[in-house]
């Protein structure tokens, strides 16, 4: 859906983005990581035409990108900026309408849309289609930037650090919600972020950046268990222990793991992870969990003990 071969940047001879490339699938999520200033906005913003490259090309959808007009790209790409972008001027309800109006669509349509939208995003309508982006908190400000980019059903998404204004606790809420999120189930996406286990959250790939370049792309298991030099090894070093829970899912496993009895109720999925079984079994005090999957119909039990052999099992054969 997209591919981007060999971009660069440079801002009056200093290079923000050096000869940069990676393709994402349809319907995947590519998230770019790294610290700050290490050129992610940069990239996102190459790809829908509010920066344009010094040298490199990009084709979305079969297209190259410098062929169509800007505006019109823009039309089809949906994008969350850094710092939300709403417009001040605009109540909520008006800035959600801005591309379906310039799409032309009839009144009743956008309005059913935009309080869909709201609806999806947790926000009463009654209560916010009428605010204004400075009555709003900066969580609620994202949400409304979501529902805006989303507004008419873009195939492509940008997010530059969509969580970045909320806290700890209510960030990890805000982005099981977006996983779960039909609207956003067959989007390819685009998401910037400095937090790595947001990108390990949500990312099908990573691309890990430093300094205007690339320094690895793979997925959060090959990050976390193949790192390919020494700034991807150190990178991870602080958290390791959490990311490889976290990279490791229960379908990955599954042959591992005992049945569960007939009957047991399970709480969680075999595509959620290690790390997402021992939060729950620690947080509901549980000393067992049993896990479906879905594609086999069959339910495996998890307790601490088996997931801390697997785990030791696997790392000892690497
Ligand atoms: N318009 C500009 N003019 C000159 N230099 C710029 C411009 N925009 C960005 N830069 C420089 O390019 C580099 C990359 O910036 P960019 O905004 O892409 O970083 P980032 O990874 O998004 O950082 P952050 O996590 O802080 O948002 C930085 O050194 C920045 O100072
Ligand atoms: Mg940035």
Redesign the pocket.
């Known amino acids: 859906m997209i591919i981007a071969q060999n971009i660069s940047k440079d801002?009056?001879g200093?290079q923000?983005?050096k000869d940069i490339s990676f393709q994402v699938k349809e319907g995947q999520t590519l998230v770019l990581l790294?610290?700050?200033?290490?050129?992610?906005?940069?990239?996102l913003k190459i790809l829908n035409r509010l920066i344009e490259p010094s040298s490199g090309a990009v084709r979305i959808n079969g297209e190259d990108i410098f062929s169509l007009k800007p505006e019109m790209l823009r039309r089809s790409i949906g994008y969350v900026s850094?710092n939300s972008g709403l417009f001040p001027h605009y109540t909520v309800a008006e800035n959600i309408a801005i591309v379906p109006k310039l799409l032309g669509w009839d009144q009743k349509k956008i309005r059913q849309r935009s309080e869909d939208l709201l609806r999806q995003l947790k926000l009463s309508v009654t209560e916010y289609a009428g605010k204004y982006p400075d009555e709003l908190s900066g969580g609620e400000k994202q949400r409304v930037a979501l529902a805006r980019a989303l507004a008419s059903d873009p195939p492509v998404l940008l997010m530059?650090?969509p969580f970045g204004a909320l806290d700890p606790i209510t960030r990890a809420a805000v982005q099981k919600e977006f996983l779960e999120l039909p609207e956003l189930k067959s989007k390819t996406i685009v998401l910037?972020t400095?937090d790595v286990q947001e990108a390990f959250a949500l990312g099908d790939q990573i691309c890990l950046?430093d300094k205007?370049g690339i320094m690895q792309t793979g997925t959060p298991k090959e990050l976390i268990f193949g790192p390919e030099n020494e700034f991807s090894r150190n990178f991870f070093s602080h958290q390791r222990l959490q990311l490889e829970l976290s990279a490791l899912k229960f379908k990955d496993i599954w042959k591992e793991l005992p049945d569960a009895k007939r009957g047991s109720e399970a709480s969680l999925e075999s595509a959620q992870s290690l790390w997402e079984g021992m939060e729950l079994l620690a947080e509901n005090n549980q000393e067992m969990l049993s896990v479906i999957n879905a594609d086999t119909d069959s339910v495996k039990e998890i307790t601490i003990q088996t997931i801390q052999s697997v785990y030791l099992e696997i790392k000892r054969n690497r």
């Open positions: 801002f009056n200093i923000a983005v790294g610290t700050s200033g290490c050129g992610k906005t940069t990239t850094q530059d650090e910037v400095h950046m205007g």
